[in-house]
């Protein structure tokens, strides 16, 4: 089967400092990649779209600048948490798709982010 | 907007007990409609999806059928087992988008031996 493996599994930094997460599709190459954020008993939250090669695209309430995402090639994506604040402590998951928008998308295991 | 509605958990069961997690769906257009379920420790898996009306989604021994007009999407196993414990969460992708998952808030659900 498909794996996406995140990295780190959990993380705790000083408020103000930068964290990046790694996700990787470890056996296909993923053409899009999503990022979401999960906040204690609830739903997941889309906060951006990313494409291989280009700039990722946001969902509305979501900073750029804060929350800035790479995805420098078809198996690798990363987020990185700038200038990090105890609000943006929450659960981060990616998730890999194989070819086209309706093709199955693959989780990674998530981030469990703490800032202090 | 497009959103989905599941039932508030915890849901606790006994084994060998029949499961209904209900989910509603609001959506343009015919979304995609898909069960999700998230084990101990683990990430996302797919559990069984849909893609038109009256198409039934089933694996594992859950089962889930397309309602266009209920706008529903219900998961059902006629006798869960303990390791069936686990979130469930239910989600639908609309026609023109990347392929963006919109997801219910999820279900606990634990099974008791």
Known sequence: GAVVSQHPSWVICKSGTSVKIECRSLDFQATTMFWYRQFPK?????????????????????EKDKFLINHASLTLSTLTVTSAHPE???????????G????????????????? | GNSVTQMEGPVTLSEEAF??????????????L?????????GLQLLLKAT????KGSNKGFEATYRKETTSFHLEKGSV???DSAVYFCA??????????????????????
């Open chain 1, 88 to 98: 943006d402590s929450s659960f981060y998951i990616c998730s890999a798709q194989r």
């Open chain 2, 34 to 42: 898909f069960w999700y379920v998230q084990y101990p420790g683990e």
């Open chain 2, 81 to 83: 087992q303990v390791s």
């Open chain 1, 42 to 62: 609830q739903s997941l939250m889309l906060m951006a779209t990313s494409n291989e090669g280009s700039k990722a695209t946001y969902e509305q309430g979501v």
């Open chain 2, 19 to 32: 499961l209904t997690i209900n989910c509603t769906y609001t959506a343009t257009g015919y979304p995609s």
């Open chain 2, 92 to 113: 639908l992708i609309t026609r023109g988008s990347q392929g963006n998952l919109i997801f219910g808030k999820g279900t606990k659900l634990s099974v008791k031996p």
């Open chain 2, 52 to 55: 038109k009306a009256d198409d």
């Open chain 1, 100 to 116: 086209g928008s309706y093709n199955e998308q693959f989780f990674g295991p998530g981030t469990r982010l703490t800032v202090l």
